[in-house]
C-alpha cells in the first residue's frame, strides 16, 4: 500500500501533533519521499509557544503552523495512515471515522511542565517520525508497537507519564556498544540513522536487533560501522 497521505491527531492539535507534524514533513523531505502530512484535533486553540520555541532550537519552524480540526482540512476522511499521539491511557485520544491504516503512539502531555520534559517529547517524537519516514521509505509500514519502540527505546513510565530514558540526551552518543539495538544507537543521536542507512543497515525492519547482528546480516564489516559511527559522535 502506497502511503500519500498522513494524519496526526491529537486532543487540541496544540503541541505534540504540532511538532510530530513537523518531524515528519522534515525527515519526508530529507528523504525525498513525496507524502502530505497534516495534524488536527478534536478541539481548535493555538500552538503552545512552547512547542514553537523547542522546535525552533532543533532549526523546524513551527510558527507558521496553526491549530485545526478535521473540519479544516481538505479531504479529511482521505487519509492513508493516521497516528494518534496521546498519553498511554487513550481515553482522550480522537478517533478517526474513516477507514484506514490506524496506529496510536503514547506521547505524554508536556503542558504546564518544564522545558527540559517538552524537550524529552520532542526528541521522542523525533525518533518516531524518523523511524516511520524510514520504514516508509523503503516500502514498509511499520506497526505501533515498532512505533512506539522508536520513540521510547527505553521505554515509557505510563503511572508517571514520564519518560523513562530521561538521562538520555537526544544528540549525544555513548561509548557505541555493538551489543545494543539499532534502535538504541538512533535514541542516542536521530542522525545515526542516515549513517546507517547509507552502510545498508536496515534501520525499520531490523531497529530491535543488536548493531552487530544488523552489521553482519547487512555484510558490513562491525568495524566500518562503528568507525562512521564514531566519526558521527566526534563530529557533534
Not at 66 to 94: G, H, M, W, Y
Not at 129 to 155: D, M, N, T
Not at 194 to 206: N, P, Q, R, S, Y
Amino acid at each position: 500500500m502506497s502511503i500519500r497521505r498522513i494524519l496526526i491527531l491529537c486532543t487540541h492539535n496544540s503541541a505534540r501533533s504540532q511538532m510530530a507534524e513537523g518531524w515528519v514533513r522534515h525527515h519526508a523531505r530529507m528523504a525525498g519521499l513525496e507524502v502530505e502530512v497534516c495534524s488536527a484535533g478534536i478541539q481548535k486553540t493555538h500552538v503552545k509557544p512552547e512547542a514553537i520555541r523547542i522546535m525552533d532550537e532543533r532549526g523546524i519552524d513551527l510558527s507558521h503552523q496553526r491549530s485545526k480540526t478535521l473540519d479544516d482540512l481538505n479531504d479529511p476522511f482521505d487519509f492513508d495512515l493516521v497516528i494518534t499521539v496521546c498519553d498511554q491511557a487513550a481515553a482522550e485520544c480522537p478517533t478517526y471515522p474513516a477507514a484506514t491504516l490506524k496506529r496510536h503512539v503514547s506521547f505524554p502531555d508536556p503542558s504546564g511542565k518544564s522545558l527540559a520534559v517538552w524537550r524529552e517529547v520532542r526528541d521522542a517524537l523525533e525518533r518516531m517520525s524518523a523511524f516511520l519516514v524510514g520504514c516508509l521509505a523503503r516500502g514498509h509500514i511499520p506497526k505501533a508497537e515498532a512505533l512506539q519502540r522508536a520513540a521510547w527505546p527505553y521505554g515509557l513510565d505510563a503511572s508517571h507519564g514520564s519518560p523513562a530514558n530521561a538521562g538520555v540526551q537526544s544528540g549525544t552518543m555513548e561509548a557505541i556498544d555493538p551489543k545494543i539495538t539499532v534502535n538504541e544507537i538512533i535514541a542516542q543521536n536521530p542522525d545515526a540513522m542516515t549513517v546507517l542507512a547509507e552502510l545498508g543497515i536496515d534501520t525499520c525492519c531490523g531497529g530491535s536487533e543488536p548493531l552487530e547482528k544488523a552489521a553482519r546480516d547487512a555484510g558490513v564489516p562491525l568495524e566500518e560501522v562503528v568507525a562512521a559511527l564514531s566519526a558521527l559522535k566526534e563530529a557533534r
